[in-house]
């Protein structure tokens, strides 16, 4: 299996693909997470601008003619207040479920870890559902640790 950046041709492939599986498995997790009815459009013209910006990655995992997984991440500099430095922040990462539990999802963070230590960033973060066990604990096995809780109240 490639794993390989995202070419901007393939941005279609990408949403249909990976991305609104992706976002429909985790409306199903969390109604948080449900997508408008125009989603496709409005991700069709935000990844395009992503696939062109120099500060994000998108990096595809390939079988055969297949997009089987992808991650997304962004490199984020900090407030000159903070001594911190820079970090990437993963945006997403998705397996398509054929390809599940063969390792996809470790390869996919290793990948954009690595672009992480290119950027010569200090860390990677992201943020995982409270309620998806199986990435929570993917991310604790690569030794990612809760710096924080982000907590909703709905109104």
């Known amino acids: 299996m490639e794993i390989r950046p995202l070419r901007h041709d393939e941005v279609g492939r990408l949403i249909d693909d990976l991305w609104l599986p992706f976002a429909e498995e985790m409306a199903e997790i969390d109604s948080y997470n449900e997508l408008a009815a125009d989603a496709r459009d409005h991700a069709f013209s935000y990844k395009r601008e992503r696939v062109q910006d120099d500060d994000v990655a998108t990096f595809v995992a390939v079988a055969g003619e297949e997009f089987a997984?992808?991650?997304?991440?962004?490199?984020?500099?900090?407030p000159p207040v903070f001594v911190r430095g820079p970090e990437v922040y993963v945006e997403g990462v998705y397996v398509r479920p054929e390809y599940r539990r063969e390792g996809l999802a470790g390869d996919l963070m290793d990948r954009i870890e690595d672009w992480a230590v290119e950027r010569r960033c200090r860390?990677?973060?992201?943020?995982?559902?409270?309620?998806?066990?199986?990435?929570r604990k993917l991310y604790e096995k690569r030794r990612y640790s809760v710096k924080r809780h982000r907590m909703v109240r709905e109104l």
Do not use: K, Q
Not at 69 to 78: I, N, W
């Open 69 to 78: 997984g992808y991650v997304e991440g962004e490199y984020r500099a900090p």
């Open 123 to 135: 860390r990677v973060s992201l943020d995982v559902n409270g309620a998806n066990e199986t990435a």
